[in-house]
Structure formats: C-alpha cells, structure tokens
C-alpha cells in the first residue's frame, strides 16, 4: 500500500522507525520492541539505510522482513550519497521485486566519524537528484526530509525551504521532519513551507526522551536544540533514568498533543529500536 493513500484518508497516520541491528542481542531485542509495538497497529514502519554505519544489506533484509514476513506497510530510507545510477537502478528493481512501495529518498550523512559531508562524485550530489530519477519512473511513493530548524549545512532557514521545494517539485508525495522539541519551530516551518507553495502533508519526527546525554548528542549532531526548560528539568538527573524516563514521557505526550491538535498530519517515532517510551506515549494520545 502507498503511504500517500493512508494520508489522503484525512486520518492522522502513527509510524516508527527502526534501524537495522548489528548485534545478536539486538536482533532479539528489536524482534520484542516490533511486537510490542504491532500491537498498536502503526500505519507504517520505516527503516533506516546506512545510518551510524549500519550495513546496507542488513536494512535491505530488515525491511523485505518487516514488509514481507509481518505483512506491514513499509517505508524503506535510502540514500544516494556517493551511488551511481545503475547502483540505484538495481535497488529500485529489489525493491520493486520485494513490493516496498514506499522510499523516503535522501542525500544521507557524512560516513561514520566524520562531521563533514563530502561528495566524493556519485551520479547524484542533492536528494534531489535522486528523488527526480526515481519520479521518472513513476512506481512508488515518495518521502523527503524537511528540517524545522534547518539542516545544518543549509545557507539560511529561507534557501533550506528553498531547497525542499526543488525536492517536492520533483515528485514527493509527503515529507518527514527532523527530530525537535520545540513545536513552534514546526509550526513555522509549515507555515513557511506552505507560503513557499508546498502543499504535501509534513510529518513531524519525534524522538522520545529517556536518556538525557543521548538526546545532547543527537541534537548537537542534527542541529536541532532542546528548550531551556526542558534541559532544566532533565539536567538534576542525568544519572537517574527512571526519572528522565518519566520527565521525557509526560514531556513528548504534551508534544505529541499539541501537534496533532494544531493539524500534524501524523506522527513519525524515532523509537531507536526501543518501544517502552512509544508505547507510553502513544498509548495516552491515541
Ligand atoms: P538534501 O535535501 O540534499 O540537503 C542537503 C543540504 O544541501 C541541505 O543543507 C540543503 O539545504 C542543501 N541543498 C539541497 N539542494 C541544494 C542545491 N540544489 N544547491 C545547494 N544546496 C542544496 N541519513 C542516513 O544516512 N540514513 C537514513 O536512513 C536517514 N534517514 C533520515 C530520515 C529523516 C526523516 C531525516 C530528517 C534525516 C535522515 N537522514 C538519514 C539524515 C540525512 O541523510 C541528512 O540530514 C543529510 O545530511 C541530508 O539529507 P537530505 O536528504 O535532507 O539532503
């Protein structure tokens, strides 16, 4: 099924995100997570291709058995930095082979240790050019990544939706954002967007808390900012999870909230292969 029709139904769509594991004891772990997150019935899962280092292989395999094996829709992430176009040619025919429908097409990030992005001359440079490649042929469903708060490397806030209009333009179907937590950055970003004629729906990403030096780290590296009283109420106990825990949780509830009564389409959870947080939090909003 396209994720676009699940959209065009006017109800708001759940989604989690996994990425492949590359440990023993991860794979079992993630198998418990993906159970107890079925039983809430997401729209969609999605997959992530490449990222921190995971093997491209390990996400091919994860999402034909998410899609395949459990039955679920899926959205397979997939990047073009440094491919060539017959290198993304025969991912588009595995994909198609394996009925994964949905692709959301990015430029991906600099390989792991590194903080630069450096393009070392694939056929494509921008996720642009690769959502446009992949638009010609006209088979699936497209998603794009849009920042709240800027990419990182973007010129100013105005060439970033400068930039996903291009994308847009050339054949996307909806886009999801980069983790925040600060709703106003994303409301404005739609209101942005929209001015800047883009009318695909924007999916907002969540990312719950329950590890405080995590989520520095995560935002440092994406760019996004954690609000200062939040980072109040999260600082006094680094250490004690349990409390971070259920900061973090009644924190993204309200998050959550305030964004699907604002018109978020849906919510996409960053869920880092865990499920206790998601299903916490999706279980007091649903
Ligand atoms: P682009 O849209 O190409 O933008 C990259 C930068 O170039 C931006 O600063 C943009 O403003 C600028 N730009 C765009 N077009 C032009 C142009 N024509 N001229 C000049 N500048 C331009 N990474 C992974 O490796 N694997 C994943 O699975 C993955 N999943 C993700 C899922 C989501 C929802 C998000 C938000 C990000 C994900 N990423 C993933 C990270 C992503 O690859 C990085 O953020 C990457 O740095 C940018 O990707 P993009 O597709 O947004 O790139």
Do not use: W
Request: aromatic share 12%; charged share 25%; glycine share 8%.
């Amino acid at each position: 099924m396209k994720i676009r029709d699940i959209l065009n139904t006017g109800e708001k769509s759940f989604s989690f995100e996994f990425f492949p594991p590359r440990q023993y004891n991860s794979i079992l772990e993630l198998g418990i997570n993906i159970g107890q997150l079925l039983k809430l019935s997401p729209s969609f899962i999605s997959v992530t291709y490449g990222a921190g280092g995971s093997t491209q292989d390990a996400s091919f395999n994860l999402i034909d058995y998410i899609n395949n094996k459990i039955g679920l829709v899926t959205m397979a992430h997939y990047t073009c930095v440094n491919a060539t176009k017959e290198k993304v040619q025969r991912d588009l025919d595995f994909f198609e082979e394996k009925n994964i429908e949905n692709l959301i097409l990015l430029r991906g990030d600099p390989p792991k240790g590194g903080t630069k992005f450096i393009d070392n001359g694939g056929d494509f440079h921008f996720a642009s050019d690769l959502i446009e490649f992949v638009a010609r042929q006209n088979r699936f469903c497209i998603a794009a990544a849009g920042y709240p708060e800027s990419h990182p490397e973007s010129e100013s806030p105005d060439k970033d939706v400068e930039y996903l209009k291009c994308k847009v333009d050339k054949g996307v179907d909806f886009v999801v954002t980069q983790l925040f937590f600060d709703n106003s950055y994303y409301f404005d970003f739609v209101n942005r967007t929209r001015k800047a004629g883009i009318t695909v729906p924007i999916i907002p990403g969540i990312m719950p808390i329950t590890n405080f030096k995590q989520i520095k780290k995560f935002t440092q590296m994406c760019g996004s900012k954690i609000p200062g009283d939040l980072v109040q109420k999260l600082e006094p106990y680094q250490e004690d999870l349990l409390k971070t825990y259920e900061i973090g949780v009644e924190f993204s509830i309200n998050q959550c909230r305030e964004l699907l009564e604002h018109g978020a389409p849906g919510l996409h959870f960053y869920t880092l292969n865990k499920s206790r947080a998601t299903v916490d939090i999706f279980s007091s909003i649903k």
